[in-house]
């Protein structure tokens, strides 16, 4: 069963502007984690947080989890034609194992 | 990047012929990974392994066998293939040690059954 739902599933914006997708999810987690996806490729780690935080920033990206809501938001900021890709979500409960969700297709047209 | 091979990169087959994905690691890494992945599914787990000859079920194991019998390389089987089973096949490795370990990604088997 999936675990994380993003939203929006595409997302469609100018170069220069913020890009915001969002996942919810449905058990109890020990962290979630971003991946980003090129067209062809496998995917990347982009950020993780852990359950007791609340905010996290790597660079023009910024991720926030509401463990009381049970959701996450992914802000890449003054986006670029190369943050054209997919964003997925995974949750990570016991063991080692990842949750993804169907994740959000983002494209930044320059 | 690390060091993840995934083969073949692309493969078609017939209905009810067996097929085996590759998958091999220079990181040395103790925990493997098979997904499949399908529009509108995101990524699904298979099998894992956490060590050699150690291996356990995920999500959608059904149809699915595999085997490591040395660190760097994890097999995945179809034994008998089906056209439900084309799909994006993608091996990941993780460290497993400390906290929280990202998973790091193949570039995917294409798998097409007629």
């Known amino acids: 069963s999936q675990q994380g739902e993003e939203d929006p599933q595409a997302l469609s914006i100018q170069e220069g502007e913020n890009a915001t997708m969002n996942c919810s999810y449905k058990?109890?987690?020990?962290?979630l984690q971003w991946y980003r996806q090129n067209s062809g490729r496998g995917l990347v780690h982009l950020i993780l947080?852990?359950?007791?935080?609340r905010e996290k920033h790597s660079g023009r990206l910024r991720v926030t989890l509401d463990t009381s809501k049970k959701s996450s938001s992914l802000l890449i900021t003054a986006s670029r034609a190369a943050d054209t890709a997919s964003y997925f979500c995974?949750?990570?409960?016991?063991?080692?194992?990842?949750?993804f969700g169907a994740g959000t297709i983002l494209r930044v047209k320059s | 990047d690390a060091g993840i091979t995934q083969s073949p990169r692309h493969k078609v087959t017939e209905t009810g012929t067996p097929v085996t994905l590759r998958c091999h690691q220079t990181?040395?890494?103790?925990?493997m990974y098979w997904y499949r992945q399908d529009p509108g599914h995101g990524l699904r787990l298979i099998h894992y392994?956490?060590?050699?000859?150690?291996?356990d079920k995920g999500e959608v194991s059904d149809g699915y066998s595999v085997s490591r019998s040395k660190t760097e390389d994890f097999l995945l089987t179809l034994e008998s293939a089906t056209s439900s089973q084309t799909s994006v096949y993608f091996c990941?490795?993780?460290?497993?040690?400390?906290?929280?370990?990202?998973?790091?990604f193949g570039d995917g088997t294409r798998l097409s059954i007629l």
């Open positions: 995974a949750t990570e409960g016991n063991g080692n194992k990842l949750v």
């Open positions: 990181e040395n890494h103790r925990y």
């Open positions: 947080i852990r359950s007791n935080e």
């Open positions: 392994s956490y060590g050699v000859k150690d291996t």
């Open positions: 058990t109890s987690i020990n962290n």
């Open positions: 990941a490795i993780s460290d497993g040690r400390g906290d929280y370990q990202p998973q790091h």
